[in-house]
């Protein structure tokens, strides 16, 4: 689940003092009233609302200091959520609705601080609590139609289809329009048909779901591999979801039939883990990089869930599988051929490879010069700066910005510096 709430509105709203105040309006309350602007002015809102308090004290009934008080309370709200302040957040936005009940933008305010909140339980493993968050939000605002999207995205990812298919479906009454929600209910309907009658396993790190009629010992062969990889790669970034991955194993048939992907395609990571039963039959080093490489795209979607370029994705993957990994002869030729021909692409244009219509071999060769980017930059760097580039892509900077504020350096300059490393790697024995 990746989805994130919208950004709060904040109200806008000016106090206005009237030079002939009513007699019932005590003059006192009337400068209070003047200080509680002038704080507001400068986003002081813990002072404009001490200051409007006193007002009320003095002129309870003044329908304009109530109003106001609920506007300050919001705006403070929304200051407080800035900050990743989101319980503060929520008492403020609580407080503010005792003031005007009935408010519409407050209302959807705290809607979208509790969703966020919900999101950030999912991902620290807290279901129950997420779900329960989020009913809360639909309370504050039933029309929150990314609440019931949001929602219907973790009844998906735990395999809760029934439950899921509703709540997207309310989002699609409230929102004819929301997008995304097609795609959710096709692909539903394809999962629903292969894994109708799938056994789970379900443990403290990975649950996973496999064709009852199959040979079980592969579930159990696999799971000492799935330990491994959530030690190894939780190690790089320092992740150790707690939420369990789910890992689904597919016959070549059920995994087309899911997936819509080719024979050709040895796994697939897109929220699951999803494998075929003939490849897990494999050597135990060739089974040991395909379940490090899905798993390393489940770590780097948990904890940088947008903006990441798919070459990246899969060229930290493929690092994971095998950081050690020496290039063999016909990948070595293959290098020198790319390099001393031209054709070589700069290795931040390479997500146009992975839309699916790139030859086999422009493929291949996508893939070896993302994994050697990746290697080059935790050799030439470390982790720590491979995981703060991460995050300046998922905080929505482009790359070469992201690059820039990691390393103070630009594209070309780090460019030259890989196709040193490649010419490198080219000759080594």
Same mark, same amino acid.
């Not at 929520?90 to 009935?102: F, V």
């Given at each position: 689940? +990746? ?16 030079? &002939?105040a009513?007699?019932?309006? &005590?003059?006192k ?24 308090? &006193? ?11 109530? /109003? ?5 309370? $919001? ?41 966020? /909140?919900?999101q950030?339980?999912?991902? +620290? ?6 779900? &329960? ?10 029309? +929150?139609? *990314? ?57 403290p790190?990975? #649950? ?28 790089y ?23 819509s ?21 494999q050597?135990?080093s ?7 490489? =899905? ?10 869930? #947008? ?26 030729a293959l290098?020198? *051929? ?12 390479? $997500?146009?490879y ?42 929505? $900077?482009?790359? =070469? ?10 594209l070309?300059r780090? *460019? ?13 024995p």
């Amino acid at each position: 689940m +990746n989805r994130k709430a919208p950004l709060a509105a904040v109200i806008m709203f000016a106090l206005i003092i009237c030079a &002939n105040a009513e007699e019932g309006v &005590n003059r006192k309350a009337a400068e209070y009233f003047k200080q509680a602007s002038e704080y507001a002015a400068r986003n002081d809102w813990p002072r404009a609302i001490d200051c409007l308090l &006193n007002a009320k004290d003095l002129a309870p009934g003044e329908k304009e200091i109530t /109003k106001g008080l609920a506007v300050y309370y $919001n705006n403070w709200a929304m200051q407080l959520g800035d900050s990743g302040d989101l319980d503060v957040a929520r008492e403020k936005l609580e407080k503010a609705l005792t003031y005007d009940g009935q408010n519409r933008i407050i209302k959807t305010n705290l809607a979208n601080y509790l969703l966020r /909140k919900a999101q950030l339980e999912y991902k +620290n493993g807290y279901t129950d609590s997420a779900i &329960n968050t989020i009913r809360e939000s639909l309370e504050a605002d039933p029309e +929150n139609v *990314n609440g019931y999207m949001t929602l219907g995205d973790i009844y998906y990812e735990t395999d809760d289809f029934e439950k899921a298919a509703l709540n997207w479906r309310q989002a699609r009454k409230l929102d004819p329009a929301i997008e995304g929600v097609d795609t959710r209910f096709a692909k539903l309907k394809k999962e629903e048909a292969v894994e109708a009658k799938f056994r789970e396993r379900v443990g403290p790190y990975f #649950k996973i779901k496999f064709d009852t009629t199959r040979d079980e010992s592969v579930v159990y062969n696999i799971s000492d591999k799935l330990a491994e990889a959530y030690r190894d790669i939780g190690s790089y970034f320092a992740y150790y979801p707690k939420q369990p991955t789910t890992v689904i194993i597919y016959t070549p048939e059920q995994f087309e039939t899911a997936t819509s992907r080719s024979a050709g395609t040895l796994g697939l990571y897109d929220g699951k883990m999803r494998l075929r039963l003939t490849d897990l039959t494999q050597a135990d080093s060739r089974l040991k990089k395909l379940i490090y490489h =899905e798993y390393a795209h489940a770590v780097v979607s948990g904890l940088y869930p #947008k903006n990441i370029p798919v070459w990246l994705h899969e060229g930290i993957a493929g690092w994971a599988a095998d950081p050690d990994h020496k290039l063999s002869a016909g990948e070595k030729a293959l290098l020198k *051929n790319l390099i001393s021909s031209g054709r070589l692409k700069k290795f931040y244009e390479l $997500n146009g490879y992975f839309s699916g219509s790139a030859p086999q071999q422009d493929l291949a060769a996508a893939y070896l010069e993302s994994e050697l980017f990746v290697r080059y930059f935790v050799r030439r760097y470390n982790c720590y700066y491979l995981k703060s580039l991460l995050s300046e892509l998922a905080s929505g $900077n482009t790359f =070469e910005q992201s690059v820039y504020n990691v390393l103070k350096i630009d594209l070309n300059r780090i *460019n030259s510096d890989f196709i040193e490393y490649l010419n490198e790697c080219c000759r080594l024995p």
